[in-house]
Structure formats: C-alpha cells, structure tokens
Nanobody, 123 residues
C-alpha cells in the first residue's frame, strides 16, 4: 500500500506561482510512475503531468506545457508540481497518483491516489 498526501495548494493571483508537493508513505516511490491530475469545478478529472519512476521521462497536458514542471525526489519520497504563470482556468483540486505500468505516463491505470489539494487562481 502507498499513501499519498498532497500539500501546497491555496489562493494565488493570476500570473503567480505555487508548488504542490505529494509525499508518499508505505513504499518507496522510485518503483512508481507518478502523475498529477486536477478536477476543475463542473468538469471531469483531467491529466496534468506525469514523471517516470527514474525521473528520466516527463509528459504534460497541452494546457500546462511550458508553465508547469513535474519533478521528484525519490530520496524524500516526494513528487512536486511547480506551477507558474497561473491562470483562472487552473483553479481546481489537484491530485497526485501512483502507477506501476507505462500507462501511468498517459494518466491511465493509476493504482494509488491522494485526497487532493485545492488551488484557486483569482483575477
């Protein structure tokens, strides 16, 4: 079992930055591909970014490419999402998730999920 806990969400103005963290416990994260998702109010959950277990490969949705950066520190069992140039449409609850198959890199087949951290971008 892997327990995931997101933190770092909050209220930020348009153009601002936030860094989300996803701390894992229970097992070493280096065996898992990790991803961030978000649920925008009134919409389905959507894929944001993914990073391979080794950290060597990353993938982003079109809507955040160039603004968000996913990274991981396996020694700290933590994954991060640096969010820059935030827009009102980035307002959502952000979730991290862990998966063991290559499908995780496209946001599918995730095994473990956190409970989410809310991000509000105000204009």
């Amino acid at each position: 079992q892997v327990q995931l806990a997101e933190s770092g969400g909050g209220l930020v103005q348009v153009g601002g930055s936030l860094r989300l963290s996803c701390a894992a416990s229970g097992r070493a994260l280096n065996n898992y591909h990790m991803a961030w998702f978000r649920r925008i109010p009134g919409k389905e959950r959507e894929f944001v970014a993914a990073i391979a277990g080794s950290g060597g490969s990353r993938r982003y949705s079109d809507s955040v490419t160039g603004r968000f950066t996913i990274s991981r520190d396996n020694a700290k069992n933590t994954v991060y999402l640096q969010m820059n140039s935030l827009k009102p449409e980035d307002t959502a609850v952000y979730f991290c998730a862990a998966g063991t198959t290559a499908l995780a890199m496209i946001g599918s087949g995730m095994t473990y999920w956190g409970t989410g951290t809310p991000v509000t971008v105000s204009s």
